[in-house]
Structure formats: structure tokens, C-alpha cells
């Protein structure tokens, strides 16, 4: 069963403007943790934000923040002001209380590109 | 600190031939583990070691040998190289229990085979 669903294969946003990314997630177990990551032309893998299945609040990084939905099973990024050098992959991952924590399980990420 | 460093950064292999992908961290990091990354599918996990001398497989492991001889290094062996296994490889690494669960991993800059 897919763990981790990313449905937009690309976004387009201009620059100065919000953007969300959505992901949904499949899980029975109450302790998890779900990340975001961000993935440039360049190939390597940033992390950019985390937030645990027991977290009062919506996690923020600077310009990224988390928008947590634990009833409907979402955690959608936002990135607020979007800059140039936010064109790129997010994928976001998972890990579960119920493996250990030791497998992170990715979506397939989404294509976001801003526009001047 | 040098992070988790992967070599090489490409490598071209004939049908049949095997070959080793190296992985190194200096963060004393107990978690670590192997991913390959193909278009439209994410990154799939190949096998993880949550310390030296424990491995265990992942969601595509075959195919693929690992062992962990020590806290620094995982090396990933192709044993005998298919075209299927043409992909981009990423090391990754992350502190350990208890904190596994909100702890971020660490990507190395990944190293792109070709399969011939």
C-alpha cells in the first residue's frame, strides 16, 4: 500500500508568491514522524522540515512551514515568498513507530518551478 | 565535518560485472542505509544497518549485498550488475534510537550508475 502520496507531479508559481505542496499519508501506527525534503537540479538532498505525529503545533523553517492535518492524514509544505532557487523536487517521508523507525518511506515528489 | 561521503560519483558497468558503492559518514551516526532513486518512482529503499554488524533489507534488496563492519561505513555491493539496476544511488545516515524518530537523514551527493 502506497505509505506516502504526492499527487501534483509539478507546480508552477511566480516569484514573491505562496505555494503549497500536498502530501497525504497511510498509517494505523500513533507514532510517526513525517519530513520534507528539497531536491535541486544539482541532485543532493536537503532536508528542509520536520513534524511528529505528536506535535501540538504546525512546524516552521524560516520560509517553510508544515500545515499538519492529523484527522485527514496531511502534511502539506508551504512555502511562503518563493524565491528562484526554490525551483526543484520536494519529496516528502515518513518513518513509523511500528518499524522502529529505521525505514523512512518516500512519495514521489513534486516538480515545483518559479517563475520571475 | 565531511557529513556522509559517497564514491564514486558515476560509474558505467557492462551486464554481469559487480562492483562496490562506497559510503562513509563522520557524525557517528548509528542509522544507516542505501536508497536508489528512479524517475516517477521516489527514492525506494534498498537496506538499512541500525549499527555495526546489524543490516536488513529494504523494499528492493535483491540484487544488492551490504555489510557494516564498522560505525563509519556501509558499503553497498552489486553482484553481478543488470540493467535494471541503472539508477542514482544515495547513502544516507541518522542518529539512532531513542531519537530516530524525528531525526533527519543524511544524504550523501549520490553516485549515478549506468548499466550497460
Known amino acids: 500500500a502506497q505509505k506516502i502520496t504526492q499527487t501534483q507531479p509539478g507546480m508552477f508559481v511566480q516569484e514573491k508568491e505562496a505555494v503549497t505542496l500536498d502530501c497525504t499519508y497511510d498509517t494505523s501506527d500513533p507514532s510517526y514522524g513525517l519530513f520534507w525534503y528539497k531536491q535541486p537540479s544539482s541532485g543532493e538532498m536537503i532536508f528542509l522540515i520536520y513534524?511528529?505525529?505528536?506535535?501540538?503545533q504546525n512546524a516552521t523553517e524560516g520560509r517553510y512551514s508544515l500545515n499538519f492535518q492529523k484527522a485527514r492524514k496531511s502534511a502539506n509544505l508551504v512555502i511562503s515568498a518563493s524565491q528562484l532557487g526554490d525551483s526543484a523536487m520536494y519529496f516528502c517521508a515518513m518513518r513509523e513507530g511500528s518499524t522502529g523507525f529505521q525505514k523512512l518511506v518516500f512519495g514521489t515528489g513534486t516538480r515545483l518551478l518559479v517563475s520571475p | 565535518n565531511a557529513g556522509v561521503t559517497q564514491t564514486p560519483k558515476f560509474q558505467v558497468l557492462k551486464t554481469g560485472q559487480s562492483m562496490t558503492l562506497q559510503c562513509a559518514q563522520d557524525m557517528n551516526h548509528e542509522y544507516m542505509s542505501w536508497y536508489r532513486q528512479d524517475p516517477g518512482m521516489g527514492l525506494r529503499l534498498i537496506h538499512y544497518s541500525v549499527g555495526a554488524g546489524i543490516t536488513d533489507q529494504g523494499e528492493v534488496p535483491n540484487g544488492y549485498n551490504v555489510s557494516r563492519s564498522t560505525t563509519e561505513d556501509f558499503p553497498l555491493r552489486l553482484l553481478s550488475a543488470a540493467p535494471s539496476q541503472t539508477s542514482v544511488y544515495f547513502c544516507a545516515s541518522s542518529r539512532g534510537r531513542p531519537s530516530s524518530y524525528n531525526s533527519p537523514l543524511h544524504f550523501g551527493n549520490g553516485t549515478r550508475l549506468t548499466v550497460t
Open positions: 513534524q511528529g505525529s505528536y506535535d501540538q
